[in-house]
């Protein structure tokens, strides 16, 4: 569904990436990991088309996507879950949602869309006139997810969810997002949680100093020593003496 | 202490005049929030609207709602021009202050060569018409200002609190990159507040012309009391700079019943002053 | 040399101004110069506050008219001398000027517009002020009858006189700011004034200060175009014509340059001057406007900006030609100060800095959950954890950006929570960013020149870029020092950070993500530059997570997660804590 060939990213303070290229397939799971300033946002940014890229391209569903403006790729079905959340913090639950389903194939749904995500997140019905601002973090998470699922989206972009969140509450957010996944929908997942990442993902990509270091199922990778390396330092030589 | 029924007639013309405030601000208010733009410039352009209606009702002989239809559109299309200018230099918020009031300046010398600095007094039989109810004298034109004062304001209001377009000004104006990652053109809906920022001045302009005495000096009379109600009403906040203009318009009147006319700035720039002291953020 | 030949001019050109009316010139000759003279005044005395510190006023007009006031009353009723009445004026409006300032300074938020319309509504209350009372009653005040001592003869030239050395002292003074230590505080706070507190310029005090140079000047011209136009009304005194006018004057010269103000000055006077009065008045305000919307759109530095700018990149060009081989020089760096001693071994040495139990939160989250720990002198202390763990909210803790809700961070003695930032960068704290926020406007070597001035060493100017200059070789930026941070790579902004914090002299660094985003070489050279940093005998905070850099760097490291010290120790054997592996791993592969 979306693949991702050869793409350079230099942008103002953002990381730079080289080089990398990857696929989603349609329904599929894909988690993208490494430690911080490794440029996962930056490629997950690029990916929505609100960073500029330098080389490379983007293709979705065999479309070439690479020139296309933000708006244009909502239109085509990629909702983005940004890092921090990003929530209007100033509108109401209820108006974060609506401004998911802006474009207007969305808003034709606008209805059952906000009764799924009220069935999801029953928290957000009852307080779906308060100001988005004065929610609490896993709440705010809560509706930066709602707001993308109201847009529609075959592809949803996640980054890092769980930042800010405790444990607890990254927890249940996974065990929904696990769930949306389960009835469908294709998700690229940004987390630095390498943990919980490899725990729902069927396929990740390690990311490392801007580039792509190492791939392949969860369970070959967590023993492989890029991601042992990458988050605690081990030298493999050292580790297996 | 005056009597009663000059109060009540202070009063009165307090709320009237703090319709004509909500006029003047309502531009200034919506494109401060939304575009980042402080338009001094919008001053300029109600007097150009209002020397125009002189022109269009005294001297053409137009009725005056036939005025506003010709005026409306063209001031919608000066705001979108405006606004193509500030975004093709990029200009920032704080340079749009100072761009603006260059634009200011030039509208008024322009108004001054066209019209001289001679005052100019719009004669119609309705002008100064008003009706006495009890002691108090009510100008009927001022009071059909207020009303439509009142509808212009809760009807922006409406606009922006329950339609898709106006949610996504708001939040195109809290972040634009990710409302325009969910399908908002911040672009188009920026001329298009532009625009209806533009004609807002053509609706005030209009009943500064029927009201007032026009001189180009008069251009930056208004420019302190209406920044004072934008300011305390919030920015892009059409009945928060309703209630605003009120209050500011009420306690002017009552300063000058009470005291001496001359006092009256006092009341708008303390507020404007403690306003921006107390809570600079919520501007 | 240059600087001679600059001063020798300045004083030809003030000696023959002071001359000139001796050879009995033309009355409107004289009163135009009276013109240029005063609008310099104004313009350059703005400028030391609003085109320095980028704190627009539009409230100049109030201290003018305070001035104005001033003289008009105690030179008419108060019978007073009319020199007298010049620094009363100016202490007058100071006094307001200061007073206003500790009110509006302290608010965070008041900056920009804000803050411009704050200083317009000032004017307009002191003017409804002013009507309303004795000060002037409504009628205006006349000065007919005033005695001024008579120069060369004539009351008019006295005034000459008076405008003259009023400016060239306005001058002077924008011209000692723009050079001094005092004024590299000032630009550093126009373009990033949360830095500028933290590298150890104390932003209030500084801006109170601008402000009351500011207005001191502005109240002595008033005073003297009181006596100048003789007749004195509050709508022509307060009117927003002056501030404008000083706004106008000192964008189109250039607002960041002592000169601007007299080019930008001359140039508005002259053309007012020659439009005025004739059937042309219209056109010449036109041409006004004209020259403002211009002047914004395609010169927003003004003509001195302009200048400034081809020059440095003219020196730029050349000094990158000079240095060009020496551009690498990270192990040939000269030392300012003498080497320390090699680091004692961790856990002998004395205890440096102190976290007893900070705690800190934000809406009810809790960024630091009560952290404690210990930094030991000359040790490289490593701090990791996962993203969101507090790391950065620590740093922003000790070095005085947020102040802790409980706790105790002692450092010399001295408990930092209770510190304002810059005097916890004075006492010998510096820090890093890990998104580089260098001072936009400034030089490369002006960036790392002023914390050298603000740090513990508090250097004058001169001294501080010598010590900026080796800085600068240390971490290989010499070649770019006239260069504008923009112009500088990612990597090259991080060696900037570095070079700030080498500069300070600090003796406690703290260094924030200073990795995140490098190459692998730029990485190496970056961890001998860290090691070089403490063999010259600072102790270092390293917060990272390049884990293979921190086990190279640090002797000693510790882990937070949710805001809590949650590991220890020796840097391997901490990073194989379950613990530790939970916190980054998960619990199922710990």
């Given at each position: 569904m979306l693949e991702v060939r050869a793409l350079d990213v230099s942008y103002g303070d953002a990381p730079a990436l080289w080089g990398i290229s990857m696929t989603v397939g349609a329904g599929e799971l894909v988690a993208v990991v490494g430690p911080n300033g490794a440029g996962k946002t930056t490629l997950i940014n690029s990916i929505a088309r609100i960073l500029p890229s330098r080389g490379g391209s983007i293709w979705l569903d065999g479309v070439e996507v690479t020139a296309l403006p933000s708006q244009a790729m909502c239109e085509l079905g990629v909702?983005?879950?940004?890092?921090?959340?990003?929530?209007?913090?100033?509108?109401?639950?209820?108006?974060?949602l609506e401004?998911?389903?802006y474009r207007p194939a969305a808003r034709l749904h606008r209805v059952q869309g906000m009764e799924r995500v009220y069935e999801i997140f029953p928290i957000l019905k009852e307080r779906r006139r308060q100001i988005a601002g004065t929610l609490s973090g896993g709440q705010q998470q809560m509706l930066a997810v709602g707001r993308a699922l109201m847009a529609r989206p075959k592809l949803l972009l996640v980054d890092e969810p769980s930042l800010g969140l405790s444990p607890l509450i990254t927890q249940q957010l996974f065990e929904v997002l696990k769930k949306i996944h389960a009835d469908g929908m294709s998700m690229l997942l940004i987390e630095q949680n390498v943990a919980i990442a490899l725990d729902i993902a069927e396929r990740v990509y390690v990311v490392e100093g801007g580039r792509i270091v190492s791939t392949?199922?969860?369970k070959d990778l967590l023993a492989t020593r890029h991601i042992r390396e990458a988050y605690l330092g081990e030298d493999v030589e050292a580790g297996s003496r | 202490m005056p009597s009663a029924s000059l109060l009540a007639q202070s009063i009165l013309s307090g709320i009237l005049i703090g319709g004509l405030y909500t006029l003047l601000g309502l531009g200034l208010s919506l494109s401060w929030r939304f575009l980042q733009v402080i338009n001094l410039a919008h001053f300029a352009f109600v007097f150009l609207a209002a020397y125009l209606s002189y022109q269009l009702i005294g001297v053409a002989g137009l009725n005056p709602g036939l005025a506003l239809l010709i005026l409306l559109p063209i001031f919608f299309l000066i705001g979108i021009a405006l606004q193509y200018l500030l975004i093709r230099f990029s200009v920032n918020e704080f340079a749009s202050l100072l761009v603006t009031?260059?634009?200011?300046?030039?509208?008024?010398?322009?108004?001054?060569?066209?019209?001289?600095?001679d005052f100019r007094r719009l004669e119609t039989s309705y002008g100064t018409a008003s009706i006495k109810i009890g002691a108090i004298y009510v100008p009927i034109v001022e009071c059909l200002m207020f009303f439509v004062a009142v509808i212009v304001a809760v009807v922006t209001w409406a606009w922006l609190k329950f339609t898709y377009v106006g949610k996504a000004l708001r939040a195109s104006a809290e972040n634009p990159i990710i409302a325009g990652a969910y399908g908002v053109n911040h672009k188009r809906l920026a001329y298009l507040i532009a625009g209806i920022s533009g004609a807002t001045a053509a609706i005030a302009g209009v009943f500064i012309a029927l009201i007032s005495t026009l001189a180009p000096a008069q251009v930056v009379v208004w420019l302190g009391v209406v920044f004072a109600a934008v300011i305390l009403g919030g920015l892009g906040n059409p009945l928060g700079l309703l209630v605003a203009s009120l209050v500011i318009g009420v306690s002017e009147a009552i300063t000058m019943a009470v005291t001496a006319p001359t006092w009256a700035p006092l009341v708008s720039f303390t507020l404007l002053i403690a306003i921006l002291i107390l809570r600079p953020h919520k501007v | 040399m240059k600087d001679k030949r600059g001063f020798l001019a300045a004083g030809l050109i003030v000696?023959?101004?002071?001359?000139?009316?001796?050879?009995?010139?033309?009355?409107?000759?004289?009163?135009?110069?009276?013109?240029?003279?005063?609008?310099?005044?104004?313009t350059s005395s703005w400028q030391i506050l609003s085109g320095y510190t980028g704190y627009f006023s539009f409230g100049h007009g109030a201290f003018f008219g305070i001035g104005m006031y001033t003289t008009a009353n105690l030179a008419t009723k108060g019978e007073m001398d009319f020199l007298l009445t010049l620094p009363i004026a100016g202490i007058i409006a100071a006094v307001v000027g200061v007073l206003i300032g500790a009110v509006v300074f302290r608010v965070k938020q008041l900056r920009g517009e804000l803050f411009a319309l704050l200083t317009l509504a000032v004017t307009?209350?002191?003017?409804?002020?002013?009507?309303n009372t004795s000060i002037d009653g409504g009628p205006g005040v006349f000065l007919s009858g005033i005695k001024i001592a008579n120069i060369y003869g004539s009351p008019a030239t006295s005034l000459y006189l008076f405008a003259l050395l009023t400016a060239v002292a306005s001058l002077a003074l924008a011209w000692w700011v723009q050079h001094s230590r005092f004024g590299g505080g000032l630009f550093a706070i126009a373009d990033d004034e949360d830095v500028a507190e933290v590298l150890g310029v104390p932003t209030y005090r500084f801006k109170l200060i601008a402000l009351g140079l500011s207005s001191f000047i502005a109240g002595v011209g008033g005073g003297i175009q009181a006596v100048y136009v003789s007749y004195v009304t509050v709508p022509e005194t307060f009117s927003i014509t002056v501030p404008l006018f000083v706004v106008l004057m000192s964008l189109i010269g250039g607002s960041r340059h002592w000169l601007g103000a007299a080019i930008g000055a001359a140039f508005i006077t002259t053309l007012n001057y020659v439009f005025v009065g004739g059937e042309w008045a219209l056109a010449g305000r036109a041409l006004i406007g004209l020259i403002l919307i211009v002047a914004i759109l395609y010169l927003p530095d003004g003509l001195m900006g302009l200048l400034e700018s081809r020059r440095r990149k003219r020196q730029s060009r050349a000094r990158a030609q000079d240095t060009e081989h020496v551009a690498a020089g990270i192990d040939r760096a000269t030392e300012h100060r003498p080497a320390a001693p090699a680091p004692k071994p961790a856990g002998a040495s004395q205890v440096l800095l102190r976290c007893e139990d900070v705690q800190l939160s934000f809406r009810g989250v809790r960024a630091l959950a009560g952290i404690s720990l210990e930094v030991r002198k000359g040790e490289i202390l490593g701090i990791v954890g996962p993203n969101g763990s507090g790391k950065s909210t620590l740093i922003n803790t000790i070095s005085g950006f947020y102040r802790p809700?409980?706790?105790?961070?002692?450092?010399?003695?001295?408990?930092?929570?209770?510190?304002e930032a810059h005097k916890i960068a004075a006492l010998g704290v510096g820090r890093t960013y890990q998104i580089p926020r260098p001072f936009v406007r400034l030089s490369v070597l002006e960036n790392v020149a002023l914390p050298a001035m603000y740090g513990p060493f508090g250097l004058q100017r001169a001294a501080a870029e010598a010590q900026a200059r080796t800085a600068l070789e240390h971490v290989g930026l010499a070649g770019r020092a006239d260069a504008l941070p923009t112009e500088l790579n990612l990597h090259q902004r991080k060696f900037l950070e570095i070079a700030r914090a080498l500069a300070s002299g600090s003796e406690l660094v703290l260094l924030d993500e200073v990795l995140a985003g490098l190459t692998p070489t730029e990485i190496a050279s970056a961890v001998s530059m860290v090691r070089s940093i403490r063999d010259r005998g600072a102790t270092i905070i390293f917060i990272?997570?390049?884990?293979?850099?921190?086990?190279?760097?640090?002797?000693?490291?510790?882990?937070?997660?949710?805001g809590e010290v949650i590991a220890e120790g020796e840097p391997r054997d901490v990073m194989r804590r379950p613990a530790v592996i939970t916190a980054y791993l998960g619990k199922a592969h710990a």
């Open positions: 909702a983005l879950i940004p890092e921090g959340r990003r929530l209007f913090v100033g509108m109401t639950v209820e108006e974060n401004m998911g389903c392949g199922k969860p | 009031f260059g634009i200011l300046v030039l509208l008024e010398t322009l108004i001054q060569w066209i019209w001289s600095a | 000696v023959a101004l002071i001359a000139f009316p001796a050879f009995k010139p033309p009355a409107f000759l004289e009163s135009f110069l009276y013109l240029v003279f005063f609008w310099i005044a104004l307009f209350v002191l003017a409804t002020i002013a009507l809700d409980a706790g105790r961070i002692l450092f010399r003695d001295r408990d930092l929570a209770k510190e990272e997570h390049n884990m293979r850099a921190v086990l190279a760097l640090t002797e000693r490291l510790i882990v937070l997660d949710h």
